[in-house]
């Protein structure tokens, strides 16, 4: 009987010491069990942070001309000095319309297919079209002339859901100019270029048109349809006019050498609406570099992409810095005479 309990005590010894083993090896932190606290959530990637993030810009430009080009350069510098770069994270999707309204209305369109990040707006006309192609996907435009007469914005400090950007027209810019032909260089009659359909350019002709009546002033009008236009349409006016005056429109502008072909053989002096055509051979322009208005549309870009800001929160913003510049080249190629009071007003190239 004494034995049978020895057994049986040896038995139940044995059953105890196995139940320990076991309990220690599920809590020693061995391979087996679940061990949340020491596998730190796992063997899932965290997700990206916002600096991570990687984005896809379509940029819409009706034309290519170096006014247009400036400011996509300034667009891309803005977002670059917040810290998208492109080949890292951005990528950019340049389409030029070659002044083509239907073609700018099929970029745009497919943009929107390839759920772009933001659109880039590089003009009215495709400004226009990208907003007709979506209310969602930001649009930052630029080189825009009149945003509420192009129905673009309900105002400049009321800017649509996904709209916004920079304009390519000082309130000052077209005034001065005026004032210029008539108190500088003796002209009365105006001759204005221009493609009657682009938005853009009709606004700009209107308010000339109002301020040239006040000062006493008289427009000569000749507009065109394409580039090919432009020669014949300054021909048209020769005889006419006793000035040229070039606005910001993209089709003029894109053929700026045959207007500056005919001013300078017939001595009909040529004012612009931008620097870069004063570069090309246009006499003076009261104006601002399209690089700084394309860079103020680059931040405006930055804020929306990277702080999550809507572009109603951002006013639309007029170009800074106005002033004249004079090409003395040009000057002597057109038969004007250089004032030295035009010293005190003006900046120089050579």
């Known amino acids: 009987m004494l034995q049978k309990r020895n057994w ?3 038995l139940i ?19 087996g069990g679940n061990q949340p606290e020491e596998n730190n959530g796992g063997s899932s990637d965290p997700a990206p942070s916002e600096e ?18 400036a400011a996509v350069d300034g667009f891309k510098a803005a977002l670059e000095q917040n810290g998208l770069k492109e080949g890292e994270n951005v990528t950019y999707d340049l389409q030029i319309a070659q002044g083509d309204g239907s073609l700018s209305a099929t970029i745009a369109t497919n943009f929107v297919s390839s759920n772009v990040d933001l659109i880039f707006a590089n003009s009215t006309p495709s400004a226009q079209t990208a907003l007709a192609a979506t209310d969602t996907i930001p649009i930052v435009f630029t080189s825009v002339t009149d945003p509420v007469g192009a129905e673009l914005v309900a105002a400049l400090d009321q800017p649509g859901p996904n709209i916004t950007g920079t304009m390519d027209l000082h309130p000052d810019a077209i005034p001065n100019t005026l004032k210029f032909i008539k108190d500088e260089l003796g002209g009365t009659k105006v001759g204005l270029i221009y493609n009657a359909g682009e938005a853009n350019s009709v606004s700009q002709v209107n308010s000339i048109k109002e301020l040239l009546s006040e000062l006493g002033l008289e427009a000569v009008e000749a507009t065109v349809a394409t580039t090919a236009d ?10 006419k006019i006793d000035a040229f005056y070039i606005i910001t429109d993209n089709t003029v502008v894109s ?17 612009a609406g931008e620097f870069d055509s004063v570069g090309r051979g246009a006499l003076a322009a009261y104006g601002f570099d399209y690089y700084d208005i394309g860079y103020e549309a680059g931040v405006m870009a930055a804020h929306i992409l990277l702080e999550g800001k809507s572009p109603a929160d951002i006013p639309v913003q007029v170009p800074q810095n ?15 005479e250089l004032k030295p009071e035009w010293d ?7």
């Open 8 to 10: 049986f005590s040896i």
């Open 322 to 336: 106005l002033k004249l510049v004079i090409n003395k080249q040009a000057a002597a190629e057109q038969g004007v």
């Open 13 to 31: 010894l044995a059953l105890v010491w196995m139940l320990a083993a076991c309990g220690s090896s599920e809590t020693s932190g061995g391979s």
């Open 52 to 69: 991570e993030k990687s984005y896809t810009i379509g940029i819409t430009q009706i034309a290519e001309h170096p006014s247009l080009d």
């Open 344 to 350: 005190n007003i003006a900046e120089y190239l050579e």
């Open 255 to 271: 053929g700026l050498e045959s207007v500056v072909a005919v001013a300078n053989e017939r001595d009909i002096p040529m004012l």
């Open 230 to 239: 432009v020669k014949q349409a300054a021909e048209s006016l020769v005889g």
